[in-house]
């Protein structure tokens, strides 16, 4: 069984902004695969269902973002998911405009979602698909930044984006992390 938790914040005032893509992404994989209505558990809006044969959760944490591992931990716990087939997707500043990377495992990065899931699940080796929204601007706070809404310029490349992370997540599942990684992390470095 996998979970796939994607990182955001509840609020109707957070969505379609840099902090929600992972939000975006996880109800991409919903669609895509047909899963059924969610519903809230586990500080989540989740939904079951499969992916290439395998069973799969999928959340949404409620928590707000700096709380994200606690849904993601209660999840695991009542799964009795193991972290390697915890499959997280979120924002990360750090990376290039519209790009994603996949990544086996890896600390938080500055993350405070990820720093989140780290600390209550107790292990940083967990696949992760993360996607590029771009560099703070200068003089900007990194709060304001990732909770800020996409131009009209922005919006249809990360919508191309946010799609492909949807895809390089169920890639894991379907082809595993080394052919995902092999797909997904050479995509967009001609274009760097």
């Known amino acids: 069984m996998y979970l796939i938790a994607g990182l ?3 609020e109707r005032r957070y969505a379609a ?3 929600n893509v992972g939000f975006e992404a996880a109800f991409r994989v919903h669609e895509k695969e047909h899963f059924p209505m969610e519903h809230g558990k586990f500080q989540a809006m989740v939904s079951l269902g499969k992916i290439g044969g395998e069973s799969v959760v999928l959340i949404r944490p409620m ?3 700096n709380l994200s591992g ?3 931990r209660e999840t695991m716990n009542y799964f009795e998911i193991p972290p390697e087939n915890v499959i997280v997707i979120y924002d990360d500043v750090s990376l290039p405009f519209g790009t994603i990377r996949v990544r086996r495992s890896g600390s938080a990065g500055g993350h ?3 720093k989140s899931i780290i600390t209550e699940i107790g292990s940083q080796d967990f696949p992760r698909v993360r996607i590029g929204v771009g560099e703070k601007p200068e003089g900007w706070d990194l709060a304001d930044y990732v909770l800020s809404h996409f131009s009209k310029e922005e919006i249809e490349q990360i919508s191309r984006t946010i799609d492909e992370a949807a ?3 169920i890639s894991i599942i379907t082809n595993g992390i080394e052919k995902t990684m092999n797909i997904y992390n050479t ?3 001609a274009d760097e």
């Open 8 to 10: 955001g914040n509840p």
């Open 17 to 19: 902004t840099r902090h």
């Open 63 to 65: 928590t707000y973002m």
């Open 70 to 72: 606690r849904a993601v």
């Open 112 to 114: 405070n979602g990820m």
């Open 167 to 169: 895809d390089a997540a």
């Open 187 to 189: 995509k967009g470095k």
